[in-house]
């Protein structure tokens, strides 16, 4: 049983040992998108969502469309078989990047341009969804532009939030919050904030510049998530949470106030799932 697999141009191998040409755009640059999908008993959780996202992202960063689900499925359906993920938990991450940088410098090459190679890459490991409690810095060195069509994109530059949880790590801390330049709390480094104040559970606005996650997204559509203009600061009863596809975190702290447990993170997270 293998326990991370690759594919890429038609072969499945290790992540170890399969290449990508160095001088591809979303090494050189990050300029490439991708997708973190949940698998359960063999099948992707909310696939559709994910791809809908993916390809919503390529077009708003001026890219070629990444495969679609017909494309897809027998690829993902072959590494689901090839991981033993048909009874178990596991992830796949899609990769889209903008391929080939003939010659030097960010400047793009017409999409017509033969040369000019778009990659797609999948990677596909077992896990577990995680419902740890944890505690939270918000960060002082980084905070989400909100005017920026990045924040809409789940790009591979994560420089941002590693340096974020980095600095919360330093100082104790198990992740790290972002601030928005609106002043206003956003997101966590890789997951979507709620917070559940005066029984409502509320999520940051779109404004701020959080990402828009897949499981906030199905929150929203079932009326169980409300947007709201959050402070960073936690009323007295606030009980807070990030989510994302791989798990749902209660906070016990931000910064150095303590926050009230959410007792049932699992059970929101599962009626995420089951939100179509």
């Not at 017409?110 to 190679?117: I, V």
């Not at 009863?237 to 989510?243: A, V």
Request: aromatic letters at 6%; hydrophobic letters at 35%; glycine letters at 6%.
């Amino acid at each position: 049983m293998n326990q991370k697999l690759g594919w890429i141009d038609g072969h499945w191998g290790s992540p170890k040992e399969l290449k990508i040409p160095i001088h591809d755009r979303g090494i050189n640059f990050s300029d490439g998108i991708f997708e973190t999908i949940f698998v359960e008993n063999g099948k992707p959780q909310l696939l559709i969502a994910h791809l809908t996202r993916w390809h919503k992202n390529a077009e708003i960063l001026g890219m070629t469309l990444p495969p679609n689900i017909e494309i897809l499925s027998p690829i993902l359906s072959e590494g689901i078989e090839k991981c033993a993920l048909d009874k178990g938990c596991g992830s796949i991450r899609l990769n889209w990047s903008r391929g080939h940088n003939i010659n030097r410098g960010i400047d793009i090459r017409q999409p017509n341009d033969e040369k000019s190679l778009y990659i797609f890459w999948i990677e596909i490991s077992h896990i577990e969804p995680s419902f740890q409690a944890i505690a939270t810095l918000i960060s002082k060195s980084e905070k989400r532009n909100a005017e920026s069509v990045i924040s809409q994109c789940k790009t591979f530059n994560y420089i941002q939030s590693i340096q974020a949880r980095r600095e919360a790590k330093l100082a104790g801390f198990d992740d790290a919050l972002l601030m928005s330049t609106t002043d206003e709390i956003c997101c966590g480094t890789t997951a979507n904030i709620i917070v559940k104040r005066n029984k409502e559970l509320l999520t940051p606005r779109l404004q701020s510049g959080c990402l828009p996650g897949i499981m906030r997204a199905q929150g929203l559509k079932k009326g169980i998530f409300k947007e709201a203009k959050l402070s960073p600061q936690p009323q007295a009863e606030d009980e807070w949470l990030l989510i994302n596809s791989l798990g749902c975190h209660p906070i016990t702290k931000v910064n150095q106030t303590s926050t009230r447990l959410f007792p049932n993170p699992r059970d929101l997270w599962k009626s995420l799932l089951l939100a179509n």
